[in-house]
């Protein structure tokens, strides 16, 4: 089983940043990304990187449109890690985000969502307000 570990969430001000992590044991062999799910509302995607095979601590990123330009989504492929860097957060922000992975040839996806997502987080929790 493969277990994603989160960290990084807490309460900032508008205009504020956090930076999301996500680790787990042979992390860089899946295509990985970020959920998100506030009160009241669907679940969705909120950006995705691919695995380049785990060769390569690159890959294909994509956002949904709501947080392009704000977020950056990377992957340290030495410490299987990978990370959500959000920048200009805004109170619309605020909901619990999960950590995904997909299985071995999974994609990221055009919005930001890995195909199939196999695999869940326990979530953390993003709170902007004044």
């Known amino acids: 089983q493969l277990q994603l570990v989160e960290s990084g969430g807490g309460l900032v001000q508008p205009g504020g940043s956090l930076r999301l992590s996500c680790s787990a044991s042979e992390l860089r062999y899946y295509a990985v990304g970020w959920f998100r799910q506030a009160p009241g509302k669907e679940r969705e995607a909120v950006s995705c990187i691919s695995s380049s095979g785990g060769f390569s601590s690159g890959g294909i990123t994509n956002y949904a449109e709501s947080v392009k330009g704000r977020f950056t989504i990377s992957r340290d492929n030495v410490k299987n890690t990978m990370y959500l860097q959000m920048n200009s957060l805004k109170p619309e922000d605020t909901a619990i985000y999960y950590c995904?992975?997909?299985?071995?040839?999974?994609?990221?996806?055009?919005?930001?969502?890995?195909?199939?997502?196999?695999?869940w987080g326990q979530g953390t929790q993003v709170t902007v307000s004044s």
């Open positions: 995904t992975a997909a299985v071995a040839w999974g994609t990221c996806t055009v919005g930001g969502a890995i195909a199939p997502t196999s695999y």
